[in-house]
């Protein structure tokens, strides 16, 4: 090993070096997507177990249409999309493209709701307010069909400037949901101070439901969500006898792979078009 003029041993490590390179890469392919526009707005359906499971809105989920990797999923880029400080730019693009599309749904199916997620540099970032005040705006979408997701950990963070931003977007007439819920910690301290409107159960404590009976965290979220008048929905619901569970325990809405996988447009205008024939 060659030594440096501070004493230092300096070698050549072909692994950081292949892992630099991988990463420097990544990076350039990423922004190139950017640039390309190669990234699409998938919908999954968000049904109304009371009212026999129509579909009632839907939750938007980005993917990169990759020209040789094919559709990559959002763990597969977004992180890296945070760190490149292209999340604002993607996420701002993805508010606006679901804004059109829920109103281009709500044509035939007036309420249509749309839920778009929010990161940590979203709602941070000063511009938020203002962008999301102009896609409203420019698409026409009535304010309260509009559901901001963010997660527990995001809202949590600074719990003080989060409250801030959250009532200026709830001044704009859009919901506010906790995404994950249950998820975090000291949860139920900060629901009393957070402008919150609607509590997403994380999929974790649907798929830990008993079979029969029994008492489950699931139950006691969707008790916690009633306690301060929040509207609940249980996600990543797989199948029948969950969807059943989470009926009989009051949960209203429901989203997971047994209803609907996340699908492009064309397959949520389908399934509206079949469920009003029906
Ligand atoms: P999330 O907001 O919790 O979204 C739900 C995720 O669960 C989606 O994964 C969805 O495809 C998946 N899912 C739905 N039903 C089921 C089910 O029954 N079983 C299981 N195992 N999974 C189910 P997806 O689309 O890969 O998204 C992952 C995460 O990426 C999202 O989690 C969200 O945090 C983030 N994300 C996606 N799109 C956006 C976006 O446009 N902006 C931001 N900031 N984050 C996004
Ligand atoms: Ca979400
Ligand atoms: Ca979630
Ligand atoms: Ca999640």
Excluded at 56 to 77: D, I, S
Excluded at 79 to 93: F, I, N, S, T, Y
Excluded at 118 to 125: D, E, G, Y
């Amino acid at each position: 090993a060659k030594r440096d003029g501070g004493g230092v041993a300096r070698r050549f490590d072909p692994v950081l070096f292949a892992k630099a390179e991988q990463r420097r890469l990544a990076e350039q392919d990423l922004m190139r997507g950017l640039e390309a526009g190669e990234f699409e707005v998938h919908y999954q359906p968000i049904v109304d177990l009371d009212n026999g499971g129509i579909t009632v809105g839907v939750e938007a989920l980005v993917r990169w249409r990759h020209p040789e990797k094919g559709l990559v999923p959002p763990a597969l880029f977004l992180d890296l999309a945070e760190q490149l400080g292209q999340v604002p730019r993607l996420g701002g693009w993805v508010l606006e493209e679901a804004c059109r599309q829920a109103l281009a749904w709500q044509d035939r199916h007036p309420g249509f709701e749309m839920n778009v997620n929010l990161s940590a540099s979203q709602l941070t970032n000063p511009k938020l307010i203002d962008e999301v005040r102009e896609v409203l705006e420019r698409t026409g979408l009535p304010p309260q069909d509009l559901v901001l997701e963010l997660t527990e950990s995001v809202a949590l963070t600074d719990l003080v400037e989060s409250a801030r931003v959250l009532s200026q977007l709830k001044e704009l007439g859009v919901r506010i949901a906790l995404d994950d819920f249950g998820t975090g910690f000291s949860s139920l301290s900060h629901l009393s101070t957070l402008p919150v409107d609607v509590v997403k159960i994380d999929r974790s404590f649907v798929q830990a439901m008993p079979e029969t009976g029994g008492a489950s965290v699931a139950e006691a979220v969707l008790h916690i969500a009633r306690t301060f008048n929040l509207s609940p929905v249980a996600e990543g619901v797989e199948d029948a006898g969950q969807a059943e569970r989470l009926k009989d325990l009051g949960a209203g809405r429901a989203q997971g792979y047994h209803f609907a996988r996340p699908m492009p447009a064309i397959g949520v205008t389908e399934l509206l078009d079949k469920q009003s024939a029906e």
